[in-house]
């Protein structure tokens, strides 16, 4: 699945990985759902997920799991960068990416010990206190973070957060290719509510849940193609704020519809699309 959707897409390596977590309840069930995805344009493509069986946070283990399903396919120096969330922030996991010489922008807690230029450790949160709102800082000397030398840059949000990126490397741009990291927001909103309405399925069962993010995968490639297409002869506009004025996967999926339904057929509901996929996937149990 990873080779044929980096082969419609026409992507091409060096990769920027982003993982990331998901999850959903339905009644008592919680379908919880760890995925690696490959940045194309502004929006995440699913190469490889894992539905878990319990929700919440992932364990180490499984971050390395899903990592080494993308190494069985394809090699570790094709990756630019692995870029992840703080919740994926760990000692065994930096060391993991580390020892498999892999590059990652990886967002750390306030709270972590770092050292400073002089190798004397302090808090993460430090390294922030000079900042004013909407201030960012990238540092030139590498430091130290559970015995790995890492690249650290700061910014501080509006809302007075801190962020505090570690990189393999110093590229001068770490927050910005860090933030290449919420591609797979988008890609899990158009997976749920934005688009194929996921959770509308109702499905619970792993292996089920598993099939259909194939499907819709498959799908999402198809509506980008035919959007990319759609575009190309009306253009969408672009409004003075630099957005365009229409959503464009909602977009990109009439064009796709269009193509394989008669003008006479129409999705009348959001829910119908999410029905019509999962009785295609429970087709393919039979």
């Not at 999850?23 to 490889?48: D, H, T």
């Not at 929700?55 to 960068?81: P, W």
Request: aromatic content about 10%.
């Amino acid at each position: 699945m990873a080779r044929l959707t980096l082969k419609l897409l026409k992507i091409k390596p060096p990769y920027t990985i982003a993982i990331d977590r998901t999850e959903w309840q339905l009644g008592k069930s919680w379908v919880n759902v760890l995925m690696l995805s490959v940045s194309y344009r502004q929006i995440a493509i699913p190469l490889f997920w894992i539905v878990l069986e319990e929700k919440g946070c992932c364990d180490d283990a499984e971050k390395q799991f899903i990592v080494e399903q993308f190494l069985e396919e394809f090699t570790a120096d094709s990756i630019g960068f692995v870029s992840a969330d703080r919740e994926f922030a760990s000692k065994e996991w930096l060391k993991f990416l580390v020892d498999r010489q892999i590059g990652f922008r990886l967002r750390i807690k306030a709270n972590v010990r770092i050292t400073d230029k002089r190798g004397k450790p302090l808090s993460a949160s430090k390294m922030c206190r000079t900042l004013q709102v909407g201030g960012r800082m990238e540092f030139r000397r590498c430091r130290k973070l559970w015995n790995q030398s890492v690249f650290v840059a700061v910014c501080r949000k509006a809302d007075g957060d801190n962020v505090i990126v570690i990189s393999s490397e110093r590229s001068g741009q770490i927050l910005i290719e860090y933030g290449q990291r919420w591609h797979i927001e988008t890609l899990f909103g158009i997976l749920k509510t934005r688009g194929f309405r996921l959770e509308e399925t109702h499905l619970t069962n792993g292996e089920r849940v598993s099939r259909l993010l194939s499907l819709l995968t498959l799908a999402g490639c198809w509506a980008l193609l035919a959007g990319e297409i759609a575009s190309r002869e009306t253009p969408i506009k672009i409004r003075n704020h630099a957005r365009s004025g229409k959503k464009h996967f909602p977009t990109w999926i009439r064009h796709t519809t269009k193509l394989f339904l008669p003008d006479s057929i129409k999705f009348r509901t959001k829910a119908t699309i999410s029905t019509a996929y999962v009785t295609f996937v429970l087709y393919l149990e039979t």
